[in-house]
């Protein structure tokens, strides 16, 4: 008898505390996973006159509200294109999608750029299932000979735990080796979107538990009082606090709200109002914490049992 008693609080304690490792140490392997700095592209464009251009491009920042990403780019002079210090020998100039042009002067070194480049589609509203792509192209020339162009290694890393960031080659045109084209198609990290879903299925628990109770006390005449009313008003103001503890959860109105926010508002505050209702309209007159109005239900109790006898 102590043997299975044992046995069976052993269960208890080990098989939650299984299952929550199950869970856990795989959803901590994807996040470090997605969040470990990796390398995305790597391209070397052919280098026919010996000089050539190293950028080492991050990306740094994601921001779908904005709609834009940002790199942080390191270029460094290679072969002739450098002097005896791993300088610059000549200024140069670095375009990224002919949007924008960074001059870089003669004996410069691993000169550091910022830029901030725009998606074309996505919108916030497909929370959590929006994506957003774009393109860029980057190319090099001399600052005085714009049409002399310098062959390019790019680098494209990224370190970002919130999206899915993930960058394509396109095959350059038979005349132009010399830039370096890229597809973007950004996302919700694997972690971010299971989150989103899960708070999405908890507010969906939340609601028909409530459901139940408030049935119970319809239906089923399940006494009432005002703490069990709080407990419907507790949940409808806790509702958009959970909503919020999305990740990058935008304004009111996404898809996610659609799924499961709007509905189990309304399913709470229902529940909620049926319930105090059903608390109003069962008073008997008099409060139970009252001692006269025990008093009085006692011997009214008192004089029915005396009839019966």
Same mark, same amino acid.
Not at 54 to 70: G, Q
Not at 83 to 99: A, K, T
């Given at each position: 008898?102590?043997?299975?008693?044992?046995?069976?609080?052993?269960?208890?304690?080990?098989?939650?505390?299984?299952?929550?490792?199950?869970?856990?140490?795989?959803?901590?392997?994807?996040?470090?996973?997605?969040?470990?700095?990796?390398?995305?592209?790597?391209?070397?464009?052919?280098?026919?006159?010996?000089?050539?251009?190293?950028?080492?491009?991050?990306?740094?920042? @994601?921001? !779908? #509200?904005?709609?834009?990403?940002?790199?942080?780019?390191?270029?460094?002079?290679?072969? $002739?294109? &450098?002097? %005896?210090?791993?300088?610059?020998?000549?200024?140069?100039?670095?375009?990224?999608?002919?949007?924008?042009?960074?001059?870089?002067?003669?004996?410069?070194?691993?000169?550091?750029?910022? @830029?901030? !480049? #725009?998606?074309?589609?996505?919108?916030?509203?497909?929370?959590?299932?929006?994506?957003? $792509?774009? &393109?860029? %192209?980057?190319?090099?020339?001399?600052?005085?000979?714009?049409?002399?162009?310098?062959?390019?290694?790019?680098?494209?890393?990224?370190?970002?735990?919130?999206?899915?960031?993930?960058?394509?080659?396109?095959?350059?045109?038979?005349?132009?080796?010399?830039?370096?084209?890229?597809?973007?198609? $950004?996302?919700?990290?694997?972690?971010?979107?299971?989150?989103?879903?899960?708070?999405?299925?908890?507010?969906?628990?939340?609601?028909?538990?409530?459901?139940?109770?408030?049935?119970?006390?319809?239906?089923?005449?399940?006494?009432?009082?005002?703490?069990?009313?709080?407990?419907?008003?507790?949940?409808?103001?806790?509702?958009?606090?959970?909503?919020?503890?999305?990740?990058?959860?935008?304004?009111?109105?996404?898809?996610?709200?659609?799924?499961?926010?709007?509905?189990?508002?309304?399913?709470?505050?229902?529940?909620?109002?049926?319930?105090?209702?059903?608390?109003?309209?069962?008073?008997?007159?008099?409060?139970?914490?009252?001692?006269?109005?025990?008093?009085?239900?006692?011997?009214?109790?008192?004089?029915?049992?005396?009839?019966?006898?």
């Amino acid at each position: 008898m102590f043997n299975n008693r044992f046995l069976r609080r052993a269960l208890a304690i080990i098989v939650p505390l299984a299952a929550l490792v199950a869970i856990i140490i795989p959803t901590w392997k994807i996040y470090s996973k997605e969040g470990r700095a990796s390398t995305l592209i790597s391209y070397s464009a052919p280098n026919m006159h010996g000089e050539s251009l190293y950028i080492s491009a991050t990306v740094i920042d @994601v921001d !779908f #509200s904005e709609k834009t990403y940002r790199l942080h780019c390191m270029i460094r002079a290679n072969g $002739t294109l &450098a002097n %005896e210090y791993g300088q610059l020998s000549r200024p140069i100039l670095v375009s990224f999608s002919s949007l924008s042009s960074y001059h870089i002067g003669a004996g410069d070194d691993d000169n550091p750029l910022n @830029v901030v !480049f #725009s998606y074309h589609n996505g919108d916030e509203i497909d929370y959590p299932f929006d994506r957003y $792509t774009g &393109a860029f %192209e980057v190319y090099a020339s001399y600052a005085n000979d714009t049409d002399h162009r310098i062959p390019i290694t790019f680098h494209l890393s990224a370190s970002l735990t919130s999206f899915a960031f993930n960058p394509t080659l396109v095959d350059p045109e038979p005349n132009e080796t010399d830039r370096v084209g890229l597809k973007i198609d $950004t996302g919700r990290s694997t972690t971010t979107l299971g989150f989103s879903i899960f708070i999405c299925i908890l507010m969906w628990a939340l609601s028909l538990v409530l459901t139940v109770f408030a049935f119970q006390v319809i239906v089923r005449n399940r006494r009432v009082d005002a703490h069990a009313c709080m407990i419907g008003i507790s949940m409808l103001f806790a509702l958009p606090a959970l909503r919020s503890a999305q990740p990058g959860a935008p304004a009111i109105g996404c898809t996610s709200d659609i799924l499961s926010f709007y509905w189990n508002m309304a399913i709470i505050a229902i529940n909620s109002l049926s319930v105090i209702v059903c608390w109003v309209v069962r008073w008997s007159g008099c409060d139970p914490i009252d001692s006269s109005c025990s008093s009085l239900n006692s011997n009214k109790e008192a004089q029915h049992i005396e009839r019966v006898v």
